[in-house]
């Protein structure tokens, strides 16, 4: 006999469609081999959900995915509706909660679900870098699982958990983990402006429609929060200072009025480069975490150092800890993309569905 383990989804954007393909293409095998079968209770965007208090059927399932790939809304569908409080669709035995959205302030109902005895996996980092009283409350007793949220489908958090559980002892952690920045980079190292570079990165969909999303680091930052306060560092936000890549008055203008003034940091990015080159070094835009502090920004690196060997968008970690002293440990790949991000989180399902049943 298999048990039953509802899912409630937040957000079927790219990563959330992409999830629930995977889930559903995987559910029979599952139950075969671990004895439980997922089933989704409610799928919900930013205005509405489908749930009808049962299990969705495959078909309800596949229509919701065709409505959002066209990018209407879930209460377009029939039995869609209209949703303020995604709360009130919580069953009342354990539930796997997933957000997959990049909203803000989620963190108080997931928290709340959290006690009310429901677990969380998350793709969204914001959760996890506001106040250090709402990540406890999130991870308290592993409560919430967020592999997806630094490195994508890449096994960061679990290789940081696994150190430490061990007995291990955090060195550094040094990484390389967004592909638009690595991307930058290389581009600038094989002679390209920063105003070329940046142009390319956006009209191929890999920056934010605005670029200083991207450029401002910030979300570099919320990874190395992440990583650090997974590995027992108590810190807020503003211990992790980031330099943007751009100065600050362009921080406030249009998009457009952005694109068009780039050229005047061009020259400033070539003597950076050119610096480089003449000591032998490359460029990284590297996040560091130390038991003493974090930084993030960019960094003149020796060539025998494992940032300086990546090129284009992938994500690089190394941890040097005390077992991993000579040569660190190295976690290296695609960082970004909605089939392994997916991937990522369906892996923290998994662990949490195997958890609730017992198996592990
Ligand atoms: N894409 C990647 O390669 C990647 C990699 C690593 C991590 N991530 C993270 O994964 C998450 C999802 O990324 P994505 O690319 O799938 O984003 P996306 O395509 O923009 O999708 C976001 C989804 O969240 C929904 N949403 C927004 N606010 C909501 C709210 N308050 N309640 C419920 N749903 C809400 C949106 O609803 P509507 O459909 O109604 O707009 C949309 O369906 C983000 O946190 C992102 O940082 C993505």
Sequence with gaps: MTREIFLLQLGTG??????????????????????????YLALVDRGGAVHTGQALDDQTIQTALVVKESRQPLAALAGGRALDDW??????????????????????GLAEAVAAGHRVVLANKRPLTGTLTDFTRLTARSATRYE???????????????????????????????????????????????????????????????????????????????LARTSGLNWEL???????????????????????????????????????????????????????????????????????????TDNLFSFTTGRYSEQPLVVRGPGAGVEVTAAGVFGDIVATARELTGDR
């Design 148 to 226: 997806a949220t630094v490195g994508a489908g890449l096994p960061v958090i679990a290789t940081l958990q696994t150190l430490l559980d061990s007995g291990d002892t955090l060195s550094r952690i040094e990484a390389s983990m967004s592909g638009t920045l690595g991307y930058l980079c290389s581009a600038l190292e094989d002679g390209q402006s920063l105003s070329a570079a940046v142009g390319t990165a956006r009209s191929r969909g890999w920056t934010e429609p605005d670029p200083r999303d991207d450029l401002s680091g910030a979300d570099v930052t919320r990874k190395a929060l992440i």
């Design 14 to 39: 790219g990563v959330g469609r992409a999830l629930v393909a995977q889930v559903q293409a995987q559910r029979a095998l599952l139950a075969e081999r671990y004895g439980f079968t997922l089933h």
């Design 87 to 108: 709360r009130t669709l919580l069953p009342t035995s354990a539930c796997i909660i997933i957000d997959v959205t990049a909203a803000a302030g989620m963190e108080t």
């Design 238 to 312: 503003s211990a992790v200072p980031s330099e943007p890549w751009f100065p600050s008055e362009l921080a406030d203008i249009t998009v457009d009025a952005f694109m068009e003034r780039t050229p005047e940091m061009d020259r400033h990015y070539q003597e950076l480069v050119a610096q480089a080159r003449a000591n032998n070094r490359r460029l990284r835009y590297v996040a560091t975490v130390t038991p003493e502090g974090a930084s993030v920004g960019l960094r003149e690196l020796p060539p025998e150092h494992p940032l300086a060997a990546l090129r284009g």
